[in-house]
């Protein structure tokens, strides 16, 4: 029996990028400074250092120290016994869909569209084009911003005029934002894709995602963001792993927003969850149920979304020692012939200035009953797919080279 399982942690970068200069972020460096933080006691909310002893057991800190030459403690020390390496991606760009898609071994061979940090952000004509294909009396917004702060300063606005809030960041991408019941969930997803259909008409580089932001609450006291989100994605470049094992008759299971990054491409299930906890208890119900030859991939978003972007190291901490308590329950269900890789897209440094992902390496984790214990090195995200292609037997891909 042989299955496979892909565990992203989103956004948990281990610095090091070599072409972090390129994208104004040489330094940052996710869990570097996290534990750092932790430690010095500087971390508003929280005492003590970041302990993270099952991932340790994996290998993390030996990655996060062949990233940067820096030492990490995040146990009080443990063998390793799993295969660790460092992730380098080799995409432009430091967008969600480039780190997947390379992760399931297709590299993106293109630049992203991305919209200026100006106001207004988005083609004059585009938004136009929007409002009257949608009916929409006009927009707020049009500019870059903190989802959860922009939110807070038009939601009443948007309640009582009835125009969406859109808005951009660093990523290429356009969010919109609306309130569920007031504007009506489904007439959100409708006009997201309308949105979607427009870009992708729109000569020129693509624009990665456009991302349905439903909200609720009846003032900016209150405003909260639901669990209702939905990415929309232009396609991966050509078949990823998940392709290549759909069309091999496996099971492609994809648990969180995984489906949408991917577009549908390749998925047979979908399912959908909310949070950390929810996703991991996805995660355990597919590791139990899922067949021979499987590849159950799953998301882990809230690093990013609650953590990473909003700048919160006390969060970002709890999320990952959470993460790592939760460990166990998987590696105890592993069966044999089982192999999982713990990995992430990119990073978000809550250290660094701003609120956008940073360029970082990631590390790579390997486990399973039969996986040996050590060092694999430095790696092309696209490794990662096709290591996990040739444990369930799948023909070799174009990019990247099992390990």
């Not at 430690?39 to 990655?63: I, K, W, Y």
């Not at 606005?157 to 504007?183: C, L, N, W």
């Not at 091999?248 to 949070?275: C, E, M, N, P, Q």
Request: proline residues 7%; negative net charge.
């Amino acid at each position: 029996m042989a299955r496979a399982f892909l565990l992203i942690m989103d956004s948990f970068g281990i610095g090091g990028a070599p072409d972090a200069a390129a994208y104004c972020d040489a330094g940052a460096n996710t869990l570097g400074h996290i534990a750092d933080a932790c430690l010095s006691g500087r971390v508003t909310g929280r005492s003590g250092p970041l302990t993270l002893p099952t991932l340790d057991s994996l290998g993390l800190g030996m990655a996060a120290r062949g990233s940067t030459d820096t030492n990490v403690v995040l146990s009080a020390g443990t063998q390793v016994t799993g295969a660790w390496g460092i992730g380098v991606e080799v995409s432009k760009g430091k967008d969600t869909p480039s780190g997947h898609w390379e992760l399931a071994g297709v590299p993106v061979p293109f630049d992203w569209a991305y919209f200026p940090n100006t106001s207004p952000a988005f083609p004059p004509e585009l938004i136009a084009a929007l409002c009257q294909a949608a009916h929409l009396p006009g927009i707020l917004g049009d500019c870059h911003a903190s989802g959860t702060e922009i939110i807070a300063q038009l939601g009443e606005a948007h309640i009582r005029t009835g125009k969406p809030i859109v808005y951009t960041s660093a990523d290429s991408v356009m969010q919109i934002a609306a309130h569920e019941q007031s504007f009506g969930l489904e007439r959100l997803y409708d006009l997201c894709q309308t949105a979607r259909k427009l870009l992708n008409a729109t000569p020129g580089k693509p624009v990665g995602r456009v991302i349905a932001r439903p909200f609720v609450g009846s003032s900016a006291a209150d405003f909260t963001r639901t669990g209702n989100r939905r990415d929309y994605a232009v396609p991966p470049p050509e078949p990823t792993i998940l392709d290549r094992a759909k069309t091999a008759g496996r099971a492609v299971i994809a648990i969180g927003k995984i489906s949408d990054i991917y577009a549908g491409s390749g998925v047979t299930h979908a399912i959908k969850a909310s949070g950390n906890a929810a996703l991991f208890d996805a995660t355990l119900e597919a590791q139990a149920n899922a067949p021979d030859d499987a590849l159950v991939i799953t998301n882990f978003v809230d690093f990013d979304m609650l953590y990473g972007h909003r700048r919160d190291v006390a969060g970002y901490a709890a999320a990952l020692e959470a993460f790592d308590r939760r460990l166990p329950e998987f590696i105890a269900a592993m069966q044999p012939g089982d192999l999982a890789i713990i990995t992430a897209d990119h990073g978000c440094d809550p250290t660094w200035p701003g609120t956008d992902h940073t360029r970082e390496n990631v590390p790579i984790l390997a486990f399973g009953p039969n996986v040996t214990a050590g060092r694999i090195g430095k790696r092309g995200f696209a490794d990662v797919g096709e290591t996990l292609a040739r444990h369930i037997r799948l023909p070799a891909g174009r990019h990247g080279q099992p390990w």
